[in-house]
């Protein structure tokens, strides 16, 4: 318990040191970033094997929150805000406007929550299907890294969908496969937490059903035909098919008029994510 109280009493101070002494020092802060990020995505769906550990999980969510606002408010346009601190002031701002690790927090932080309930109940089931989930992983973050490099908004918005869709199935088919529907109930809606809002925002009006995440297949680009203009006309719906890695193939139906709008959208999420970044760092000097 002491050492408890002295980790957390250091970190508090740390905490404190960014508004009193004003430090810009980005070392500190890229912990408390990559810790959220962990949470939200790697350490998915294991937050801890029992209520104190949980307790743990959750306190931990919210210092590190704690140490981001702290930060921006004391960095945020200041000289001493270097590039380094002005690059992760951007990372920050995305996170909080994008990230739906509050609205799961909320979840498993709440004693009476039937969510809370259900994950421990089901814990050794999911820490059994740790390795699975691990692929699951892996195959995320590179996937992650090529649709980084993808510069044409169609073939972007469609890799984003098709990579919401795959990451929602490969979690919850899993679960599904080895473990109760209670358990398969905590993990499509930790998921639907964690990035609901998102794929409301891009997809809801692009439905892509994908059974490998979008990736770089060896040797060759891949192009994306989804809503070309000979695929589809103003009055029927064009049906698309596209190969990805190991000749899976990934039908995708829709209307022109959904084509236009996904682009409409991808442009209209972008800037709103600007706009609100702008306006909560405006709101927190």
């Known amino acids: 318990m002491e050492v ?3 980790v957390f009493l250091t970190f508090a101070g740390l905490g404190i040191s960014f508004v009193a002494g004003n430090s810009c020092n980005t070392d500190v802060v890229s912990d408390c970033y990559n810790k959220l990020v962990n949470y939200e995505g790697l350490r998915f769906p294991l937050y801890g094997e029992d209520e104190q550990a949980l307790d743990e999980t959750c306190r931990s969510i919210d210092e590190s929150f704690v140490c981001l606002d702290d930060y921006l408010r004391a960095c945020n346009e200041k000289e001493e805000c270097d590039e380094k601190c002005k690059e992760i002031i951007r990372d920050i701002g995305m996170f909080i406007l994008n990230t739906g690790l509050r609205e799961l927090q909320s ?4 004693p ?5 309930l259900t ?6 089931c999911l820490e059994d299907n740790a390795d699975h989930y691990a692929k699951c992983h892996n195959d995320s973050q590179l996937s992650q890294e090529y649709m980084s490099s993808i510069t044409e908004h169609r ?5 984003r969908c098709c990579f919401f869709n795959w990451y929602e199935a490969c979690f919850t088919n899993i679960t599904r496969d080895t473990c109760n529907d209670n358990a398969t109930f905590f993990v499509n809606m930790s998921l639907h937490k964690l990035m609901g809002h998102i794929v409301q925002h891009l997809c ?5 059903f994908c059974s490998r995440p979008p990736m770089q297949p060896d040797g060759e680009e891949t192009t994306l035909t989804n809503c070309l203009d000979d695929d589809c006309t103003s009055d ?4 698309t098919r596209q190969t990805v890695e190991n000749n899976t193939v990934v039908d995708n139906c829709m209307t022109c008029r959904s084509c236009v709008f996904m682009l409409s ?7 709103m994510c600007c706009i609100a970044l702008f306006n909560y760092l405006i709101l927190i000097k």
């Open 155 to 159: 073939e972007a918005l469609y890799s």
């Open 265 to 271: 959208v991808s442009n209209l999420f972008i800037s």
């Open 119 to 124: 994950y421990l109940d089901n814990y050794v």
């Open 112 to 116: 009476l929550s039937p969510m809370r």
């Open 204 to 208: 809801k009006d692009n439905q892509v």
């Open 236 to 239: 029927s719906i064009g049906s």
């Open 107 to 110: 979840e498993l932080c709440d």
């Open 4 to 6: 408890k109280r002295l």
